[in-house]
């Protein structure tokens, strides 16, 4: 029992002076847990204290900080192949899967999940790199790319909006082919979503049935139109002509090579496959949350 109630927050440095994160923290170790803190300083850092804290037996991980983060240690784990749990404590700008997930933005209630039953929980896979919420490519991807920290202070979520809205100017299209199985794809896209969760990019809900459970992956292509500025309304806030797929694994194509932006993690290649991992991590979430199916 012992250590099922000892637990390690990986925090992101920025966070460190938090009071509200404190305070959580003090409220479960007088609920009976061991919670340790340690800090992330540099890249590198929150996958390798992962892997001190598996080591050590620790039960039960806490990220502490936004989407990358988030990736970083649910990658770690994932690579892992570890029993251990996973806590979400939303801390960044956009906080796309937290969100999603129902996951409550105030630490103390965040925290308040470590005594909830986790639930198992897929991953996506693209080459030896893991990500627990979504692949973006096109031009959702360079906007996430482009949105300055200190624009991101200033109005939040927000931020990715004001850059879409900026950048009307630099649309390029991207000519792809996508193959899954009974599913094939081929042409100009402005923006492209790989979903395990529903969001990315501060609010924007690319893949809207997602689910994190059921052992695939959502595909969301948004084709390249004659109407470019109708084109980036639907991506910024409607359905539009949206393409859409659910798959447990899809291969993407591009001759002149595809950026993509995994949680925050640039990727670039010609030919990429993605998969589904399922079950790959244990996460614990509001029984709720819209990504878990209703089976069972």
């Known amino acids: 029992m012992q250590q099922q109630r000892k637990a390690m927050l990986v925090l992101h440095g920025k966070q460190a002076m938090n009071e509200d994160v404190r305070t959580a923290v003090g409220q479960c170790r007088e609920r009976g847990w061991t919670l340790d803190v340690r800090l992330t300083w540099e890249g590198g850092d929150a996958a390798r ?78 080459g030896d790199q893991w990500f627990l919420n979504m692949a973006t490519g096109g031009f959702g991807s360079q906007v996430t790319a482009n949105t300055s920290e200190d624009l991101k202070k200033v109005l939040g979520g927000a931020a990715y909006l004001f850059t879409g809205l900026s950048r009307f100017s630099e649309l390029q299209a991207a000519s792809v082919e996508l193959q899954g199985p009974d599913f094939h794809w081929q042409g100009d896209l402005l923006a492209l979503g ?86 790959a991590l244990h996460v614990h979430l509001p029984v709720n949350s819209p990504l878990l199916s209703r089976r069972g």
């Open 194 to 279: 790989i979903g395990n969760g529903r969001q990315a990019g501060g609010g924007h809900e690319l893949c809207p049935e997602a689910l994190a459970d059921d052992g695939l992956l959502d595909i969301s292509v948004l084709p390249a139109p004659q109407d470019v500025v109708g084109a980036v309304r639907d991506l910024l806030g409607g359905e539009g002509l949206f393409v859409r797929a659910r798959l447990p694994w899809v291969e993407i194509k591009s001759a002149k090579g595809l950026n993509i932006n995994l949680d925050g993690e640039p990727l670039e290649g010609d030919s990429l496959r993605f998969e589904a991992c399922p079950s």
């Open 49 to 126: 204290l992962v892997e001190e804290a598996l080591q050590a037996g620790y039960g039960t991980l806490i990220a502490g900080g936004g989407d990358g983060t988030l990736r970083d240690i649910a990658e770690a784990m994932g690579k892992a192949g570890t029993d251990a749990t996973l806590v979400l404590l939303p801390l960044g700008t956009a906080n796309d899967f937290a969100k999603a997930a129902g996951v409550p933005l105030e630490p103390a209630q965040a925290l308040a999940l470590l005594d909830q039953p986790a639930h198992a929980v897929d991953l996506g896979k693209v």
